[in-house]
Protein backbone atom coordinates (compact mmCIF):
# COMPACT_ATOMS: atom_id res chain seq x y z
CA UNK A 1 0.00 0.00 0.00
CA UNK A 2 3.23 2.23 0.36
CA UNK A 3 4.60 2.41 -3.16
CA UNK A 4 6.39 4.32 -6.05
CA UNK A 5 4.34 5.50 -9.00
CA UNK A 6 7.10 7.45 -11.13
CA UNK A 7 9.24 8.47 -8.59
CA UNK A 8 6.94 9.73 -5.69
CA UNK A 9 6.44 7.55 -2.57
CA UNK A 10 2.28 7.16 -2.18
CA UNK A 11 0.26 5.45 0.99
CA UNK A 12 -2.90 4.23 -0.77
CA UNK A 13 -4.05 6.71 -3.49
CA UNK A 14 -2.50 9.81 -1.59
CA UNK A 15 1.17 11.30 -2.72
CA UNK A 16 2.65 11.47 1.14
CA UNK A 17 4.64 15.08 0.26
CA UNK A 18 1.05 16.00 -0.18
CA UNK A 19 0.62 15.31 3.21
CA UNK A 20 3.97 16.15 4.23
CA UNK A 21 3.20 19.79 2.66
CA UNK A 22 -0.39 20.21 4.77
CA UNK A 23 0.64 18.38 7.83
CA UNK A 24 3.93 19.56 8.21
CA UNK A 25 6.33 17.40 9.35
CA UNK A 26 7.49 15.45 11.31
CA UNK A 27 4.07 13.40 11.17
CA UNK A 28 2.74 9.61 11.47
CA UNK A 29 0.89 8.85 8.71
CA UNK A 30 -1.60 5.47 8.73
CA UNK A 31 -2.59 3.14 5.92
CA UNK A 32 -6.23 1.88 6.78
CA UNK A 33 -6.31 -0.43 3.95
CA UNK A 34 -3.05 -2.59 5.54
CA UNK A 35 -4.59 -2.20 8.99
CA UNK A 36 -7.90 -4.05 8.11
CA UNK A 37 -6.23 -6.47 5.69
CA UNK A 38 -3.95 -7.57 8.74
CA UNK A 39 -6.82 -7.59 11.12
CA UNK A 40 -8.90 -9.76 8.79
CA UNK A 41 -5.90 -11.81 7.99
CA UNK A 42 -6.36 -12.64 11.70
CA UNK A 43 -9.84 -13.11 11.75
CA UNK A 44 -10.96 -15.22 8.45
CA UNK A 45 -7.73 -17.16 9.07
CA UNK A 46 -9.12 -18.55 12.31
CA UNK A 47 -12.46 -19.00 10.49
CA UNK A 48 -15.18 -20.97 12.38
CA UNK A 49 -13.32 -21.80 15.29
CA UNK A 50 -14.58 -19.33 18.03
CA UNK A 51 -12.35 -16.53 18.52
CA UNK A 52 -11.58 -13.06 18.94
CA UNK A 53 -9.14 -11.01 17.60
CA UNK A 54 -8.25 -8.85 20.20
CA UNK A 55 -6.05 -5.89 19.22
CA UNK A 56 -2.80 -4.86 21.69
CA UNK A 57 -4.07 -1.20 21.85
CA UNK A 58 -0.13 -0.46 23.30
CA UNK A 59 1.14 -0.52 19.89
CA UNK A 60 -1.21 2.17 18.41
CA UNK A 61 -3.50 3.45 20.67
CA UNK A 62 -5.21 6.15 18.35
CA UNK A 63 -9.04 6.85 18.60
CA UNK A 64 -9.05 6.74 15.27
CA UNK A 65 -6.97 3.34 14.56
CA UNK A 66 -9.39 2.07 17.39
CA UNK A 67 -12.60 3.43 16.23
CA UNK A 68 -11.31 1.62 12.53
CA UNK A 69 -10.94 -1.80 14.49
CA UNK A 70 -13.58 -2.05 16.97
CA UNK A 71 -16.10 -0.84 13.37
CA UNK A 72 -14.64 -3.99 11.95
CA UNK A 73 -15.69 -6.07 14.83
CA UNK A 74 -11.59 -6.50 16.83
CA UNK A 75 -11.67 -6.81 20.48
CA UNK A 76 -9.10 -5.53 22.71
CA UNK A 77 -6.08 -6.22 24.82
CA UNK A 78 -5.65 -3.62 27.19
CA UNK A 79 -3.22 -3.01 30.25
CA UNK A 80 -4.08 0.04 31.31
CA UNK A 81 -7.22 2.02 32.80
CA UNK A 82 -6.26 4.71 30.01
CA UNK A 83 -6.48 1.97 27.41
CA UNK A 84 -9.85 0.61 28.66
CA UNK A 85 -10.80 4.41 28.30
CA UNK A 86 -9.52 5.16 25.14
CA UNK A 87 -11.29 1.98 23.68
CA UNK A 88 -14.64 2.97 25.30
CA UNK A 89 -14.25 6.63 23.70
CA UNK A 90 -13.42 4.63 20.17
CA UNK A 91 -16.54 2.95 20.33
CA UNK A 92 -15.37 -0.37 21.06
CA UNK A 93 -17.34 -3.11 22.38
CA UNK A 94 -16.26 -4.12 26.35
CA UNK A 95 -17.57 -7.26 26.39
CA UNK A 96 -14.43 -8.23 23.85
CA UNK A 97 -11.95 -6.70 25.90
CA UNK A 98 -9.14 -8.86 28.00
CA UNK A 99 -7.33 -6.97 30.35
CA UNK A 100 -3.64 -7.67 30.49
CA UNK A 101 -0.41 -6.64 32.97
CA UNK A 102 1.27 -7.19 36.16
CA UNK A 103 1.11 -4.40 37.94
CA UNK A 104 -2.88 -3.66 37.34
CA UNK A 105 -3.99 -1.33 39.93
CA UNK A 106 -7.43 -1.19 42.18
CA UNK A 107 -8.46 1.67 40.25
CA UNK A 108 -7.89 -0.15 36.98
CA UNK A 109 -9.99 -3.02 38.21
CA UNK A 110 -12.57 -1.75 39.62
CA UNK A 111 -13.03 0.73 36.25
CA UNK A 112 -12.81 -2.71 34.20
CA UNK A 113 -15.50 -4.06 36.19
CA UNK A 114 -17.67 -1.37 35.77
CA UNK A 115 -17.57 -1.46 32.34
CA UNK A 116 -18.37 -5.21 32.05
CA UNK A 117 -14.77 -6.24 30.11
CA UNK A 118 -14.46 -10.02 29.43
CA UNK A 119 -11.72 -11.03 31.18
CA UNK A 120 -8.75 -10.56 33.18
CA UNK A 121 -5.43 -11.94 32.13
CA UNK A 122 -4.15 -12.15 35.59
CA UNK A 123 -0.45 -12.25 36.55
CA UNK A 124 -0.28 -13.09 40.60
CA UNK A 125 -2.19 -14.47 43.46
CA UNK A 126 -2.55 -11.32 45.26
CA UNK A 127 -3.71 -9.82 41.98
CA UNK A 128 -6.39 -12.53 42.17
CA UNK A 129 -7.31 -11.72 45.64
CA UNK A 130 -8.16 -8.32 44.83
CA UNK A 131 -9.87 -8.67 41.53
CA UNK A 132 -12.22 -11.12 44.11
CA UNK A 133 -12.78 -8.48 46.89
CA UNK A 134 -14.02 -6.08 44.13
CA UNK A 135 -15.93 -7.77 42.02
CA UNK A 136 -17.73 -8.83 45.54
CA UNK A 137 -18.09 -4.89 46.29
CA UNK A 138 -20.04 -4.74 43.10
CA UNK A 139 -21.96 -8.19 43.44
CA UNK A 140 -20.50 -9.35 40.41
CA UNK A 141 -18.90 -12.28 39.21
CA UNK A 142 -15.22 -12.10 37.20
CA UNK A 143 -14.22 -14.23 34.50
CA UNK A 144 -10.26 -14.73 34.72
CA UNK A 145 -7.36 -16.55 32.84
CA UNK A 146 -4.14 -16.74 34.68
CA UNK A 147 -1.24 -16.26 32.23
CA UNK A 148 1.01 -18.90 32.70
CA UNK A 149 4.94 -18.36 32.19
CA UNK A 150 5.61 -21.69 29.73
CA UNK A 151 9.10 -21.10 29.87
CA UNK A 152 9.75 -20.57 26.05
CA UNK A 153 12.56 -19.17 25.05
CA UNK A 154 10.83 -16.32 22.23
CA UNK A 155 14.39 -15.38 20.81
CA UNK A 156 14.11 -11.90 20.40
CA UNK A 157 15.20 -8.43 21.84
CA UNK A 158 16.01 -9.26 25.81
CA UNK A 159 13.71 -6.09 26.47
CA UNK A 160 10.44 -7.95 24.94
CA UNK A 161 11.12 -11.30 25.29
CA UNK A 162 8.97 -12.51 28.52
CA UNK A 163 7.98 -15.85 28.35
CA UNK A 164 11.21 -17.32 30.65
CA UNK A 165 11.08 -18.36 34.16
CA UNK A 166 13.53 -15.38 35.25
CA UNK A 167 10.83 -12.76 33.68
CA UNK A 168 8.71 -10.61 35.78
CA UNK A 169 5.53 -11.77 33.69
CA UNK A 170 3.15 -14.17 34.45
CA UNK A 171 2.81 -17.33 36.69
CA UNK A 172 5.36 -20.72 36.19
CA UNK A 173 3.25 -22.84 34.71
CA UNK A 174 4.82 -25.62 36.87
CA UNK A 175 2.86 -23.78 39.85
CA UNK A 176 -0.68 -22.67 37.93
CA UNK A 177 -2.29 -25.76 38.69
CA UNK A 178 -2.01 -24.64 42.52
CA UNK A 179 -2.89 -21.29 41.82
CA UNK A 180 -6.36 -22.05 40.02
CA UNK A 181 -6.77 -24.90 43.19
CA UNK A 182 -6.05 -22.50 45.37
CA UNK A 183 -8.58 -19.59 43.43
CA UNK A 184 -11.79 -21.89 44.17
CA UNK A 185 -11.74 -20.57 47.20
CA UNK A 186 -12.28 -16.81 45.94
CA UNK A 187 -16.05 -16.81 44.99
CA UNK A 188 -15.96 -14.03 43.26
CA UNK A 189 -13.90 -15.61 40.15
CA UNK A 190 -14.54 -17.82 37.91
CA UNK A 191 -11.60 -19.76 36.11
CA UNK A 192 -12.57 -19.25 32.31
CA UNK A 193 -9.25 -20.00 30.66
CA UNK A 194 -5.71 -19.95 30.64
CA UNK A 195 -3.56 -17.33 28.53
CA UNK A 196 0.21 -16.76 27.61
CA UNK A 197 2.47 -13.99 26.38
CA UNK A 198 6.07 -14.67 25.26
CA UNK A 199 7.35 -12.17 23.59
CA UNK A 200 6.84 -9.80 20.83
CA UNK A 201 8.70 -9.42 17.11
CA UNK A 202 8.62 -12.86 17.22
CA UNK A 203 10.29 -14.10 13.50
CA UNK A 204 10.03 -17.66 14.67
CA UNK A 205 6.77 -19.02 15.39
CA UNK A 206 7.86 -22.13 16.76
CA UNK A 207 8.47 -20.69 20.56
CA UNK A 208 4.38 -19.62 19.91
CA UNK A 209 3.70 -22.90 18.95
CA UNK A 210 5.51 -24.26 21.96
CA UNK A 211 3.58 -22.35 24.19
CA UNK A 212 0.53 -23.08 22.44
CA UNK A 213 1.13 -27.33 23.32
CA UNK A 214 2.14 -26.49 27.05
CA UNK A 215 -0.98 -24.54 27.34
CA UNK A 216 -3.67 -26.63 25.92
CA UNK A 217 -1.84 -29.75 28.20
CA UNK A 218 -2.21 -27.52 31.27
CA UNK A 219 -6.07 -27.01 29.95
CA UNK A 220 -6.32 -30.61 29.64
CA UNK A 221 -4.91 -31.22 33.66
CA UNK A 222 -7.31 -28.39 35.02
CA UNK A 223 -10.15 -30.31 33.17
CA UNK A 224 -9.48 -33.15 34.67
CA UNK A 225 -9.34 -31.28 37.87
CA UNK A 226 -13.15 -29.93 36.80
CA UNK A 227 -12.48 -26.77 35.94
CA UNK A 228 -14.54 -25.31 32.75
CA UNK A 229 -11.77 -23.94 31.27
CA UNK A 230 -13.39 -22.63 27.90
CA UNK A 231 -10.87 -20.11 26.37
CA UNK A 232 -7.06 -19.87 25.54
CA UNK A 233 -5.22 -16.62 25.18
CA UNK A 234 -2.23 -16.59 23.14
CA UNK A 235 -1.16 -13.49 23.62
CA UNK A 236 0.50 -11.40 20.40
CA UNK A 237 4.42 -11.33 19.15
CA UNK A 238 3.80 -11.91 15.46
CA UNK A 239 7.19 -10.27 14.20
CA UNK A 240 6.85 -8.18 11.21
CA UNK A 241 9.99 -7.05 8.69
CA UNK A 242 11.85 -4.22 9.46
CA UNK A 243 14.25 -4.18 6.78
CA UNK A 244 14.00 -5.15 3.00
CA UNK A 245 15.67 -8.60 3.45
CA UNK A 246 14.11 -10.00 6.58
CA UNK A 247 11.29 -12.56 6.36
CA UNK A 248 8.22 -12.19 8.65
CA UNK A 249 6.22 -15.09 9.52
CA UNK A 250 2.81 -14.88 7.59
CA UNK A 251 -0.27 -14.09 9.24
CA UNK A 252 -2.63 -16.66 7.84
CA UNK A 253 0.23 -19.20 7.38
CA UNK A 254 0.73 -18.78 11.33
CA UNK A 255 -2.41 -18.99 12.43
CA UNK A 256 -3.49 -22.04 10.02
CA UNK A 257 -0.87 -24.11 12.56
CA UNK A 258 -2.44 -22.25 16.01
CA UNK A 259 -5.90 -23.62 14.62
CA UNK A 260 -5.06 -26.82 13.57
CA UNK A 261 -3.61 -27.74 17.19
CA UNK A 262 -7.02 -25.98 18.44
CA UNK A 263 -9.57 -27.71 16.43
CA UNK A 264 -12.24 -29.86 17.71
CA UNK A 265 -11.12 -29.27 21.93
CA UNK A 266 -14.25 -27.05 22.65
CA UNK A 267 -12.24 -23.77 23.23
CA UNK A 268 -12.77 -20.17 22.29
CA UNK A 269 -9.48 -18.91 21.22
CA UNK A 270 -8.24 -15.22 21.99
CA UNK A 271 -5.33 -13.63 20.16
CA UNK A 272 -3.60 -10.75 20.99
CA UNK A 273 -1.76 -8.97 18.31
CA UNK A 274 -0.38 -5.31 18.20
CA UNK A 275 2.86 -4.74 15.75
CA UNK A 276 1.93 -7.40 12.91
CA UNK A 277 -1.54 -5.34 12.19
CA UNK A 278 -0.43 -2.17 13.05
CA UNK A 279 3.56 -2.35 12.17
CA UNK A 280 3.88 -1.94 8.36
CA UNK A 281 0.65 0.67 7.74
CA UNK A 282 2.47 3.59 9.52
CA UNK A 283 5.53 5.90 8.63
CA UNK A 284 7.41 8.70 10.15
CA UNK A 285 7.11 11.13 7.74
CA UNK A 286 10.14 13.87 8.39
CA UNK A 287 12.18 16.89 6.34
CA UNK A 288 15.98 16.91 6.04
CA UNK A 289 16.71 20.13 8.03
CA UNK A 290 20.42 20.08 7.34
CA UNK A 291 23.17 18.32 6.32
CA UNK A 292 26.88 18.57 7.99
CA UNK A 293 29.82 16.50 7.71
CA UNK A 294 32.82 15.92 10.35
CA UNK A 295 36.42 14.39 9.20
CA UNK A 296 34.92 11.13 10.87
CA UNK A 297 30.86 10.97 8.92
CA UNK A 298 28.06 12.43 7.55
CA UNK A 299 24.85 13.40 8.92
CA UNK A 300 21.78 14.18 7.67
CA UNK A 301 19.67 16.48 10.08
CA UNK A 302 15.84 15.97 10.39
CA UNK A 303 13.04 17.29 12.26
CA UNK A 304 12.30 14.07 13.57
CA UNK A 305 13.86 12.55 16.71
CA UNK A 306 14.30 10.06 19.46
CA UNK A 307 11.11 11.74 21.07
CA UNK A 308 9.11 11.09 18.70
CA UNK A 309 10.23 7.73 17.11
CA UNK A 310 12.54 5.81 20.59
CA UNK A 311 13.05 2.34 18.55
CA UNK A 312 16.18 2.78 17.23
CA UNK A 313 17.48 4.57 20.27
CA UNK A 314 16.35 2.07 22.77
CA UNK A 315 16.26 -1.34 21.09
CA UNK A 316 19.01 -0.08 18.10
CA UNK A 317 16.28 -1.04 15.92
CA UNK A 318 16.25 -0.72 12.16
CA UNK A 319 13.80 1.05 10.41
CA UNK A 320 13.87 1.99 6.76
CA UNK A 321 14.32 5.21 5.46
CA UNK A 322 13.36 5.96 1.97
CA UNK A 323 12.77 9.30 0.18
CA UNK A 324 9.19 11.02 -0.72
CA UNK A 325 10.90 11.70 -4.14
CA UNK A 326 13.33 9.64 -6.03
CA UNK A 327 16.15 11.60 -7.16
CA UNK A 328 19.09 10.11 -9.79
CA UNK A 329 21.36 10.99 -6.87
CA UNK A 330 23.92 8.35 -6.30
CA UNK A 331 23.00 7.16 -2.68
CA UNK A 332 25.29 8.19 0.36
CA UNK A 333 26.43 6.97 3.83
CA UNK A 334 24.82 9.02 6.41
CA UNK A 335 23.84 8.98 10.04
CA UNK A 336 19.93 10.16 10.44
CA UNK A 337 19.92 12.23 13.45
CA UNK A 338 16.98 14.67 15.07
CA UNK A 339 17.48 18.09 17.03
CA UNK A 340 17.39 16.44 20.10
CA UNK A 341 20.29 16.96 22.66
CA UNK A 342 21.83 13.80 23.17
CA UNK A 343 24.29 11.42 21.08
CA UNK A 344 21.69 8.46 21.52
CA UNK A 345 19.28 10.87 19.48
CA UNK A 346 19.69 8.94 16.15
CA UNK A 347 17.32 7.16 13.84
CA UNK A 348 19.59 5.29 11.73
CA UNK A 349 23.90 5.09 11.66
CA UNK A 350 26.13 4.54 8.55
CA UNK A 351 23.31 3.96 6.51
CA UNK A 352 23.32 3.35 2.97
CA UNK A 353 20.08 6.23 1.87
CA UNK A 354 19.22 8.76 -0.70
CA UNK A 355 21.40 11.61 -1.11
CA UNK A 356 18.68 13.54 0.67
CA UNK A 357 18.73 17.61 0.68
CA UNK A 358 17.57 20.20 3.01
CA UNK A 359 14.05 20.56 2.53
CA UNK A 360 13.82 17.23 1.22
CA UNK A 361 11.22 14.69 2.71
CA UNK A 362 12.04 11.35 4.18
CA UNK A 363 9.51 8.02 5.24
CA UNK A 364 10.94 6.64 8.22
CA UNK A 365 9.39 3.02 7.39
CA UNK A 366 7.49 0.45 9.65
CA UNK A 367 6.87 2.89 12.64
CA UNK A 368 2.89 2.30 13.16
CA UNK A 369 3.60 0.17 15.99
CA UNK A 370 5.21 1.25 19.08
CA UNK A 371 5.99 4.54 17.41
CA UNK A 372 3.54 7.36 18.29
CA UNK A 373 2.68 5.41 21.58
CA UNK A 374 6.76 5.64 22.89
CA UNK A 375 6.96 9.14 21.58
CA UNK A 376 7.29 12.14 24.64
CA UNK A 377 7.67 15.86 25.20
CA UNK A 378 11.58 15.39 25.79
CA UNK A 379 13.17 18.56 25.04
CA UNK A 380 9.94 20.14 25.20
CA UNK A 381 8.73 19.09 21.57
CA UNK A 382 5.06 19.11 20.74
CA UNK A 383 4.44 15.79 19.90
CA UNK A 384 3.64 14.98 15.77
CA UNK A 385 0.34 14.51 14.65
CA UNK A 386 -1.07 11.37 13.23
CA UNK A 387 -2.89 11.07 9.70
CA UNK A 388 -5.17 8.13 8.46
CA UNK A 389 -5.12 7.27 4.56
CA UNK A 390 -8.15 5.95 3.60
CA UNK A 391 -8.02 5.61 -0.17
CA UNK A 392 -8.04 8.63 -1.92
CA UNK A 393 -8.30 10.91 1.08
CA UNK A 394 -6.50 11.51 4.29
CA UNK A 395 -7.36 12.54 8.11
CA UNK A 396 -5.92 14.05 11.02
CA UNK A 397 -6.81 11.64 13.78
CA UNK A 398 -4.42 13.37 16.08
CA UNK A 399 -3.18 17.21 15.82
CA UNK A 400 -0.05 18.45 16.21
CA UNK A 401 0.55 19.40 19.65
CA UNK A 402 0.92 23.30 20.37
CA UNK A 403 3.04 24.93 22.89
CA UNK A 404 0.13 25.36 24.88
CA UNK A 405 -0.33 21.59 25.03
CA UNK A 406 3.43 21.05 26.28
CA UNK A 407 2.12 22.83 29.76
CA UNK A 408 -0.99 21.90 30.18
CA UNK A 409 -1.98 21.33 33.82
CA UNK A 410 1.49 23.14 35.11
CA UNK A 411 1.30 26.05 37.66
CA UNK A 412 4.11 28.67 37.57
N1 LIG B 1 -0.18 -9.10 24.70
C1 LIG B 1 0.63 -8.80 25.72
C2 LIG B 1 0.32 -9.31 27.06
C3 LIG B 1 1.79 -8.01 25.49
O1 LIG B 1 2.59 -7.73 26.52
C4 LIG B 1 2.07 -7.52 24.20
C5 LIG B 1 3.24 -6.68 23.93
C6 LIG B 1 1.16 -7.86 23.15
C7 LIG B 1 0.06 -8.65 23.44
C8 LIG B 1 1.35 -7.39 21.74
O2 LIG B 1 2.52 -7.88 21.18
P1 LIG B 1 2.83 -7.64 19.62
O3 LIG B 1 1.81 -8.44 18.83
O4 LIG B 1 2.69 -6.19 19.34
O5 LIG B 1 4.20 -8.13 19.46
N2 LIG B 1 7.89 -1.41 22.68
C9 LIG B 1 8.40 -2.62 22.10
C10 LIG B 1 7.36 -3.74 22.10
C11 LIG B 1 6.80 -4.08 23.46
C12 LIG B 1 5.79 -5.18 23.44
C13 LIG B 1 5.14 -5.36 24.77
N3 LIG B 1 4.08 -6.32 24.83
C14 LIG B 1 8.90 -2.32 20.70
O6 LIG B 1 8.88 -1.16 20.28
O7 LIG B 1 9.35 -3.21 20.00
Given at each position: MFHYSNQDLYCENVPLADIARQAGTPAYVYSSAIILENYRAYDEALGALPHTVCYAVKANSSLGILALLAKAGAGFDIVSGGELYRVMRAGGDPAKVVFSGVGKTAGEVDYALESGIHMFNCESEPELALIDALAARRGVKAGFAIRVNPDVDASTHPYISTGLREHKFGIDIA????????????????????????????????????????????????????????????????????????????????????????????????????????????????????RKKSAEKEFVVVDAAMNDLIRPSLYRSHHEIIPLRKTGRPEIVADVVGPVCETGDFLARGRNMANAAPGDYLAVETAGAYGFVQSSNYNSRPRAPEILVEGDTFRTIRARETYADLVRGEVK
Open positions: DAEAVYERARDLPNLTAEGVSCHIGSQLMDTNPILEATERVLALVERLRAKGFAIGQIDLGGGLGVAYQAHEQAPEIRGFVAQVRARLEGRGLRVTIEPGRSIVGRAGVLLTRVLY
